[in-house]
């Protein structure tokens, strides 16, 4: 009896030692940590007693040391918890909270003399998210993942927003599905898109958005990606399991590490409320914080830009010169000039005027610099230099108009592709920004990567990205990068890392157009690792209006106006063309109120894919701004203001859709009108399809107050 009682009680501590389990603070989520049989790690986590994750595995196989899939035993569990606070340079929230319970394990692998690994769990109020970290150590130096095989088992057949996995664009239109129609329609949602790299296996891209039968939302994603390739997502469409699918790099391996090391954070964001969602902030606090000793100097911006007329005018180009087969080192002056290049020193300062009469903070120039005429679809290494400006653009003279004016000049990268030749060049353009006036960069990366081989998502590039944001801040340069890799929160990090595209953007919508649901899922999906440079604002929705055809911005004008507070960045340009503006200039003065920076922010109504009603307080101000905006459907939003102080009445100018208004049909038609509110009205709005409304809420006087009437 005594020996049966011993075997119980080391049958017991073995469990305990196997076994971890961790709450979140609330108590709602629950995360089991265990060694499942032959020492393989694995995990669970439910909500509210609800699965959300059934047992998982966890590990790495790798190229050049023996795996880490199984054989392990626990080593240690140490547990902590943490809650605090801080404060973003910039943002959505003033104040972010910190809370969670932390689970961390340490696993050997006695088989491979005491090989270590350490997997570290953060729960929070809002979902799991959780790292392995690779101590230093004798047995574990250097080594090559083949693979990191982590999984995320699902309850069920979820409703998913997907876009298909690809190493190198993100730029598809999103499809939503059943977990188990993925392999039926992956073909239709492959759709052309430049340097595409569809993955051969059936994978989507995260961050992934879902919705189970029984109403939890779930979002899927990764934080902190620093040194390592993006994670996809491997799709079993039967047994609705995920599992992580590592970009490659050119030769097939998926990472080089280092100890001592870690991967990125793999976030599990879970709710019962879809506004949960949008209200998370666990990626945020899984990134670390800034290490710059002066951020003073980034400020976030409103702009607007020689840009949208080459999408749509006809008459704009990027190029000068006529000719097709140029060398950087060719003598740009001797180039037969087109009659369309638009970034001339007499257009940009007409832009810079406008920028400057409206209260712009700045002016985007695309194509001021040689290398235009032959930029795409080449493999071409020696494409630009970013410092040589076409002849018919000055400079210094735009230095000193801009600065007259009050303006500043957006710098515009693009690389085409070739990262190589932006690194080599890389402290002579800054140093050429700091020397002409530029504190801010758009930087893109259209077209195949080179080093040849490489990926706009893979380890290689990762680094390539990271390391521009870090030099920039050595010059106090923002950046803003188009066709990078997804964003995961870095922005807390390196803050002067304003905002990404990393998208399907407002220019689609001038090559085919964007479905009115389009923007509607963005929120839980590509902006939950980050602010987007979306580039909303356009007013001429109609594009036959300047060539005739059928094209045309599938929104209604309001819903333009919505996106500057639905779609959330520190970065927010007025896209259009500025003659646009000046034809609807009651809407237009929503543009030129709207905050870009915010004290708070509240998440009134929402469902993916149908609807999302946003409100926000402009930091250091008492003026709120409220956005709402729908899919193809009519609906009504309700417009609650209990976030404003009680016991004050504001006045409340409402952008609304016209009663006959759509995207389709009369999408310019609104109306703008002026109510008394306090913390206790509520507005119920109608949405045309493919509309939205917009409400700026300000102070005003006594007699302002009395001339209106209440909501």
Known sequence: MRGFSLFILLFLVSFLVNAQTITSPDKNLSMKFELAADGVPTYQLTYKKKPVIKPSKMGFEMKNVPSMMNGFTVAKTEQNTVNDTWEPVWGEQKTIRNNYNELLVTLNQKEHKDRHIRIRFRLFNDGLGFRYEF??????????????????????????????????????????????????????????????????????QTPSMMKSADGLYINIHEAALLNYPAMHLNVDPKTFRFSSHLTPDAIGNKGYLQTNAHTPWRTIVVSDKATDILASRLILNLNEPTAYEDVSWIKPVKYIG?????????????????????????????LTPNGRHGATTENAKKHIDFAAEHGFDAVLIEGWNVGWEDWFGNWKEEVFDFVTPYPDFNVKELQQYAASKGVRVMMHHETSGAATNYER???????????????????????????????HDGQWMVNHYNHVARTAAKYKITINSHEAVRPTGLHRTFPNWLAQESARGTEFEAMGGLAPEHATILPFT???????????????????????????????????????????????????IPDNYTRFPDAFQFIKDVAVDWDDTWVLEAEPGDF???????????????????????????????????????????YADAKDASWNKNPQKYTVSKVRVNSKSVLKQHLASGGGVAVSVKEGSKQELKDLKKL
């Open 135 to 204: 101590p230093q150590q004798e047995e574990l130096k250097y080594f090559i993942i083949k693979e990191e095989h982590t999984e995320f088992n699902l309850t069920g057949d979820h409703k998913i927003f997907w876009i298909p996995g690809d190493y190198d664009t993100n730029e598809y239109a999103y499809t939503t599905s059943q977990i188990s129609q993925i392999p039926g329609l992956m073909e239709k949602a492959t759709i052309d898109v430049h340097a595409q790299h569809p993955i051969k296996a059936l994978s989507v």
């Open 306 to 334: 020689i840009w949208w007329e080459y999408f749509v005018a006809g008459k704009s180009s990027w190029a000068y010169g006529k000719e097709t087969n140029v060398k950087l080192t060719d003598d740009h002056t001797k």
């Open 425 to 455: 060049r890389l402290q002579d353009a800054f140093q050429f920004m700091q020397d002409n006036g530029y504190n801010s960069v758009k930087t893109g990366y259209v077209g195949k990567i080179i080093p040849r081989g490489e990926h």
């Open 526 to 576: 590509r902006l939950m690792g980050g602010p987007m440079d979306y580039t909303p604002g356009i007013f001429q929705t109609d594009l036959s209006y300047y060539h005739g055809g059928e094209q045309r911005v599938n929104t209604t004008l309001v819903k333009q106006l919505a996106y500057y507070v639905t779609m959330y960045s520190p970065l927010q340009m007025a896209a259009d």
């Open 612 to 654: 999302v009603t946003i409100a926000r307080k402009a930091k250091g101000k008492n003026e709120w701004y409220v956005g709402g905006i729908t899919d193809e459907n009519t609906r009504s939003a309700t417009i609650r203001f209990d976030y404003l102080p009680k016991g004050k009445d504001y006045i409340a100018t409402i």
